[in-house]
């Protein structure tokens, strides 16, 4: 296996148990606050603080990786790619023992200060793809970023499943609600082996960016590199893509709910096949790129994500609802593939930490701007989430075309060593 191949084994990992990690709490926090007879809060604790509680819950992980994204980044161009993924992996496995801990023990105090740190630690996304973009010759490097698509839709997959089974004690009856997070932090102990003896970065990636232009640039604070005239437009571009996303992951059950009474197994199953299209999605990536070129792909990507948000409120029956998802998931993961590739190829090679940091926050930005406002539309109109994502994808269509800069469509030369 070449050096090339192993380092992306362990990105590849390290991806995908993130992004499990991430959303293995999904099925086991609503229980957890909501249903007094658990025990985690106390029974006098009304409904609506519960929920209040919830959601800060939920929020502290992203709010954590907000922040810690582009300092991690940041600190990985200068101190080196690996030691920093060590002790960030090492940061998130502590961070999910308090909170296995802190619910074990009932103590709400802890799970809090657990997801945050977690969080924090879990802007590691960012050094995965520097590392990606690092050892990545020209020829492989779209290949190499869909794979890391690919393990964040199946970490998306599995995550939810080990969160329902280890909290089920119909299951074992040693399972319980704290089990999911000492399995999150043994995940990561196992990930942080994995990532000690498997990942060596080749020489001739060590060896990028050390030009002195390169130099310059590594030492831009992160509003510098924001504002970079090459990269801006990628980073506008990406908040506009990941906007739209998150309106259709987030609100598609909503809709189903309220038109056609789905069930939570119905929702399941959604998730389930349109994982399909995502992952065959980021395998086919490199394929298309090679006609249509990267601006190609980022194009008609965001036309198969507007595409299928607007059809998706149009049929009437269950069955045919699956087509538009399928549209719209396929357009997502090559959305995601190609807007990370707009600020990999964009930033200096002695940057990428940084730039794909902020890269990490601008996608969170979205996320929690696409939860408020589909929210509120959906109050208002159960279809208004799908047509502004729509919209949202087609202004994608329009800044990819005419903004982005030709830097950021294109990898830069490869120094390659011989093998």
Same mark, same amino acid.
């Given at each position: 296996?070449?050096?090339?191949?192993?380092?992306?084994?362990?990105?590849?990992?390290?991806?995908?148990?993130?992004f499990?990690?991430?959303?293995?709490?999904?099925?086991?926090?609503?229980?957890?606050?909501?249903?007094?007879?658990?025990?985690?809060?106390?029974?006098?604790?009304?409904?609506?603080?519960?929920?209040?509680?919830?959601?800060?819950?939920?929020?502290?992980?992203?709010?954590?990786?907000?922040?810690?994204?582009?300092?991690?980044?940041?600190?990985?161009?200068?101190?080196?790619?690996?030691?920093?993924?060590?002790?960030?992996l090492?940061?998130a496995?502590?961070?999910?023992?308090?909170?296995?801990?802190?619910?074990?023990?009932?103590?709400?105090?802890?799970?809090?200060?657990?997801?945050?740190?977690s969080?924090?630690?879990?802007?590691?996304?960012?050094?995965?793809? =520097?590392?990606?973009?690092?050892?990545s010759?020209?020829?492989?490097?779209?290949?190499?970023?869909?794979?890391?698509?690919?393990?964040?839709?199946?970490?998306?997959?599995?995550?939810?499943?080990?969160?329902?089974?280890? =909290?089920?004690?119909?299951?074992?009856?040693?399972?319980?609600?704290?089990?999911?997070?000492?399995?999150?932090?043994?995940?990561?102990?196992?990930?942080?082996?994995?990532?000690?003896?498997?990942?060596?970065?080749?020489?001739?990636?060590?060896?990028?960016?050390?030009?002195?232009?390169?130099?310059?640039?590594?030492?831009?604070?992160?509003?510098?590199?924001?504002?970079?005239?090459?990269?801006?437009?990628?980073?506008?571009?990406?908040?506009?893509?990941?906007?739209?996303?998150?309106?259709?992951?987030?609100?598609?059950?909503?809709?189903?709910?309220? !038109?056609?009474?789905?069930?939570? =197994?119905?929702?399941?199953?959604?998730?389930?096949?349109?994982?399909?299209?995502?992952?065959?999605?980021?395998?086919?990536?490199?394929?298309?790129?090679?006609?249509?070129?990267?601006?190609?792909?980022?194009?008609?990507?965001?036309?198969?994500?507007?595409?299928?948000?607007?059809?998706?409120?149009?049929?009437?029956?269950?069955?045919?609802?699956?087509?538009?998802?399928?549209i719209?998931?396929?357009?997502?993961?090559?959305?995601?593939? !190609?807007?990370?590739?707009?600020? =990999?190829?964009?930033?200096?090679?002695?940057?990428?930490?940084?730039?794909?940091?902020?890269?990490?926050?601008?996608?969170?930005?979205?996320?929690?701007?696409?939860?408020? !406002?589909?929210?509120?539309?959906?109050?208002?109109?159960?279809?208004?989430?799908?047509?502004?994502?729509?919209?949202?994808?087609?202004?994608c269509?329009?800044?990819?075309?005419?903004?982005?800069?030709?830097?950021?469509?294109?990898?830069?030369?490869a120094?390659?060593?011989?093998?």
């Amino acid at each position: 296996m070449s050096q090339e191949n192993k380092a992306m084994s362990a990105v590849f990992l390290t991806v995908l148990f993130g992004f499990a990690g991430f959303s293995l709490p999904y099925p086991v926090f609503g229980p957890m606050f909501l249903k007094p007879e658990l025990g985690f809060l106390d029974p006098s604790v009304p409904e609506q603080y519960r929920t209040i509680l919830l959601g800060v819950a939920m929020a502290l992980y992203p709010i954590g990786q907000f922040i810690g994204a582009p300092w991690l980044g940041r600190l990985s161009d200068r101190v080196g790619r690996k030691p920093v993924l060590v002790a960030s992996l090492l940061g998130a496995a502590s961070g999910y023992v308090v909170v296995a801990v802190g619910v074990a023990n009932a103590n709400l105090p802890m799970v809090l200060i657990g997801r945050f740190v977690s969080g924090l630690c879990e802007g590691n996304m960012a050094i995965a793809q =520097s590392i990606a973009s690092d050892i990545s010759k020209p020829e492989n490097k779209v290949r190499n970023f869909g794979l890391i698509t690919v393990a964040i839709n199946v970490g998306w997959i599995i995550g939810p499943l080990m969160g329902g089974f280890f =909290s089920d004690p119909s299951i074992h009856p040693s399972f319980n609600v704290s089990w999911p997070f000492f399995f999150a932090a043994g995940m990561y102990g196992f990930n942080l082996l994995v990532v000690a003896v498997v990942l060596h970065i080749p020489e001739y990636a060590r060896r990028r960016g050390r030009t002195k232009d390169d130099q310059i640039v590594a030492g831009r604070s992160v509003w510098a590199t924001l504002r970079d005239p090459v990269l801006l437009p990628g980073y506008a571009v990406s908040f506009a893509s990941y906007f739209a996303i998150y309106l259709f992951f987030c609100f598609f059950g909503v809709y189903l709910v309220q !038109t056609h009474d789905v069930t939570s =197994s119905f929702l399941g199953m959604c998730s389930a096949i349109i994982s399909i299209p995502l992952i065959l999605a980021g395998l086919t990536v490199e394929r298309a790129q090679r006609p249509l070129g990267l601006r190609g792909v980022a194009t008609l990507g965001h036309l198969l994500l507007a595409i299928g948000l607007i059809t998706f409120v149009l049929p009437d029956g269950l069955v045919w609802v699956f087509v538009p998802m399928c549209i719209a998931a396929f357009g997502i993961a090559w959305c995601e593939v !190609t807007t990370s590739l707009f600020i =990999s190829n964009g930033a200096g090679a002695h940057e990428q930490g940084q730039a794909l940091g902020i890269y990490r926050s601008v996608h969170v930005l979205a996320e929690a701007a696409a939860v408020l !406002t589909g929210g509120v539309l959906a109050g208002l109109n159960n279809t208004s989430p799908f047509m502004v994502g729509g919209v949202a994808a087609m202004i994608c269509v329009i800044g990819i075309l005419g903004w982005v800069k030709s830097r950021a469509l294109t990898p830069a030369p490869a120094e390659v060593a011989a093998e």
